[in-house]
């Protein structure tokens, strides 16, 4: 039996085991049945008189059953099992990287391998290799997902994670209104009326959106109701780049990060250049302005 979580590795390891499973099953049942009838003798004897009957019923008994199944083959499973884990180790370290590239290849994802992983598609994935899992970051963020050390396995989530965050189309009057909410509510909360130049905290944006989606009925029934930080830079950058906001005489504009808070991410926000792949080049920004142009 697997799960989504199983790793196409495992399924080597689990034949062999459920290949001595059925063994053991067969062997315990034998041993079980023997165990009955020479406990029935055994209480004959201790208790009745008679010695020949609880005896010959016995020799009866043990002569009907059927053949010795053949024990479970401990050692030779061992032996098995360890061979096959040479051989995933041996391709883990001599041919992942160009099964990953092969795989990314194949369904059109951009591959690079990086100082701190590889480059699959927008996302940079790390390896541990202890776990024997493969972890996805996007913008400098870990988005929290971990699958197993595999390239099937990773390319797969790669497609399903890219087809919601990156691929997905943004609705950009809907986020417009959004996101002018935002800012009208994160300067409310600080305390600053909303002059004709707006100016509000990058990450204050954000968690106003998160709020703001999360009381829109539709997005609370959807399946993808948790605004992540991976979309929302998407979706701002998409904004942002925009001829519906670069043609408007009042335009939404990105202020650069300082140095200090460019490693804060509750100061800040990387913005990749390029959303399809993951180059590591981008720009660290602080806030969002709304200005006359």
């Known amino acids: 039996m697997t799960s989504p979580n199983t790793s196409p590795d495992a399924a080597i390891f689990l034949k062999r085991i459920e290949e001595a499973e059925n063994t053991t099953n067969e062997y315990a049942a034998f041993i079980k049945k023997l165990k009955g009838r020479l406990s029935k003798a055994k209480k004959a004897l201790a208790t009745k008189p008679a010695v020949a009957s609880p005896v010959s019923t016995l020799i009866s008994e043990l002569a009907a059953l059927e053949p010795v199944p053949t024990a479970p083959p401990t050692g030779v499973l061992a032996s098995t099992l360890e061979d096959e884990l040479k ?20 369904a059109n994802l951009h591959f690079a391998a990086t100082s701190d992983g590889f480059g699959v598609g927008p996302f940079i994935v790390t390896i541990n290799a202890a776990k024997e899992t493969a972890s996805f970051h996007f913008a400098k963020m870990d988005i929290k997902v971990a699958v197993p050390m595999n390239a099937a396995a990773i390319v797969g ?66 399946s993808n109701a948790d605004y ?66």
């Open 228 to 293: 992540s930080h991976p979309r929302f830079i998407v979706e701002l950058k998409q904004f942002i780049q925009s001829e519906q906001n670069m043609r408007s005489e009042k335009q939404y504009r990105l202020e650069t990060a300082v140095l200090e808070n460019t490693k804060n991410p509750k100061k800040s926000l990387f913005i990749p250049r390029d959303l399809s792949r993951a180059s590591g080049e981008g720009t660290y920004y602080q806030a969002i302005l709304f200005q006359q142009v």
């Open 157 to 222: 989530k790669a497609g399903i994670l890219k087809a919601s965050i990156i691929d997905d189309p943004v609705d950009l009057s809907s986020f417009h209104d959004e996101l002018n909410e935002a800012m009208r509510v994160a300067l409310a909360r600080a305390g600053t009326s909303s002059k004709a130049e707006w100016r509000v905290e990058l990450p204050a944006v954000y968690r106003e959106m998160v709020i703001i989606r999360q009381n829109q009925p539709k997005r609370r029934k959807s």
């Open 87 to 106: 051989k995933l180790r041996r391709r883990a370290h001599e041919s992942f990287p160009d099964e990953l590239r092969r795989m990314c290849e194949s």
